[in-house]
């Protein structure tokens, strides 16, 4: 009976920790990915104020 009790308590903490892994796991992925999307939102801030910058000083140039 002792063993019989036993056994699926440690089957029930292997599942929370391994729950509780896969949670850290997806957090930890949509951090990356959240901070993918804000470097890309970065550098594509970036190329737009470089390419006006750019177009900027080309029009005052031209003048």
């Not at 029930?12 to 892994?21: K, P």
């Not at 901070?35 to 939102?41: L, P």
Request: charged share 25%.
């Amino acid at each position: 009976m002792e063993a019989r009790c036993r056994r699926p308590a440690q089957q029930l903490i292997r599942i929370r920790l391994f729950r509780i892994g896969s949670r850290r796991l997806l957090n930890r992925g949509r951090r990356l990915r959240f901070a993918a999307a804000i470097q890309r939102t970065i550098m594509i801030r970036f190329i737009g104020i470089l390419v006006a910058a750019t177009v900027v000083m080309v029009l005052i140039w031209n003048r």
